[in-house]
């Protein structure tokens, strides 16, 4: 059975850091590409990283610079390092399965099937 499972999120005080983590079962991340999105209340779910499946990455202008996303093969887990957290990063951050192997990656939801239950991050002082 597909499955991931997140964790990381929290409560951070603005310029701190997190670390999200997305755990696959099911299936292996050296032949799919992984991607991040998050999705702030009231607002549309938006695509920040992905990562391929020979470690290429792509992330959205927005989060360039302060978003890092990396993965682990022998633990089959994606990572998404976030630093310099600001309010606006408040969301609910999920991890999805790219459909198709192709080199390359995408931001795009609907080129994604499976989704993670998601993990809260907020930031406020």
């Known amino acids: 059975q597909l499955r991931f499972v997140e964790s990381g999120g929290g409560l951070v005080q603005p310029g701190g850091s997190l670390r999200l983590s997305c755990t696959a079962s099911?299936?292996?991340?050296?032949?799919?590409?992984i991607g991040w999105f998050r999705q702030a209340p009231g607002k549309e779910r938006e695509g920040v990283s992905c990562?391929?499946?020979?470690?290429?990455?792509l992330y959205d202008n927005s989060v360039k610079g302060r978003f890092s996303t990396s993965r682990d093969i022998a633990k089959n887990t994606v990572h998404l390092q976030i630093n310099s957290l600001n309010p606006a990063d408040t969301a609910q951050y999920y991890c999805?399965?790219?459909?198709?192997?192709?080199?390359?990656?995408?931001?795009?939801?609907?080129?994604?099937?499976?989704w993670g239950q998601g993990t809260q991050v907020t930031v406020s002082s």
């Open positions: 999805a399965r790219k459909k198709e192997n192709t080199p390359w990656c995408s931001l795009n939801s609907v080129d994604f099937d499976y």
């Open positions: 099911g299936f292996s991340l050296d032949v799919h590409n």
């Open positions: 990562i391929t499946r020979t470690g290429g990455t």
